[in-house]
Structure formats: C-alpha cells, structure tokens
C-alpha cells in the first residue's frame, strides 16, 4: 500500500537545480529526487485506505491556495548531521508559510481519518536521501567553496501526493492538484 500526502508543490528553476546537485561531492551517496518530485509536506497521511481520498480531497479544496514568493536559505540535515535521512533546503520564510502549513495541516489529517501531530511545521524541501550505509553526513557534505544556490520560489499550488507507479524514475506522482 503506498504512502499518501498532501503538499506544497516547489517549482525550483533548472539552474537552481543544476548548481545545487554541482555542490554535492559527484560521489556523494545521495539518491536524488526528480526534480518534479520537490515539494513541502503539509500532511503526511502514510499508509492509508484510498477509499480516504475523496474526503481528504474534498477538504484541500476548500483550503485557501499558498501565494507565497520565498528564497532559500541553506542546507538542512534531517533529523540531524549524525542521523541524517533526508538532505533538503530550508526556505526564508519569516513565519507566514509555516502559519499557513499549520492552519492547513490539522483538516487535512482528520479528512484522512488521522490525529494531527503536534510538532511545529518547518518549511523545507527534501531533494535527496542519503543511501543506508550513508546516514553520517560529514562524509559527504557539500565544499564549503561551493555556495548552495539561493533562488526564489514562488510557491502557489496545492496538491495531493502518492508514489510513482514506477518509483525508479520519479518517486510520487500527483494525484489531484489546486492551482
């Protein structure tokens, strides 16, 4: 059974993409993403009955479309340098994205038959996995020569994820989409 969310979709440029993957070690043990997979959890629903879908679907749209104009703001580990299993870019957000992730997270958990969790939102985007032999970043970070790109974003969709049907090539597909 495959994995569901709701997400912000991030439309990072190409450039963006290019010099952020040429910060990287070419031999770094990261599993990147495509870059169409980019996006901000709003909701993590997990495993779940798709019989679910037209209720949480039904609930993203009645919620209000992001408009937000954001840039980057550096490298996150995740959850930390020694544990890292997700490599993602922290957004410059100020409060407001973080305010409206929050205020749509909570309907969107209980649409899905879920309690909503209780940590904070943190606005970033995954676009890579370090391999299972590969969990201790300081191996593989990035030169500290190499800046990290700082782009902005103009984040203004809504959509409901689920995995690729071929997972080697793209990770999730979109399900439903507000734009």
Known sequence: MPNYFAAIPVDLPS???????GAFPAAAPLRWFAREDLHLTVAFFG?????????????????????????TAGLLLLPSVRRCSAVALALDDGGPLHDYMKQCHAPLMRAAGLEPDTREPLPHFTFARPGNQARRASRWMPNDA?????????????????????RSARQ????????
């Open 15 to 21: 450039e963006a993409w290019q010099a952020l993957r």
């Open 172 to 179: 999730f597909k979109i399900l439903h989409e507000r734009a």
């Open 47 to 71: 495993r779940f009955e798709p019989e679910r879908l037209p209720e949480v679907t039904s609930v993203l749209d009645a919620l209000p479309l992001p408009d937000f104009l954001l840039r």
């Open 146 to 166: 190499v800046p990290l790109p700082a782009t902005e974003i103009h984040l203004h969709r809504l959509a409901i994820y689920g995995w690729a049907d071929d």
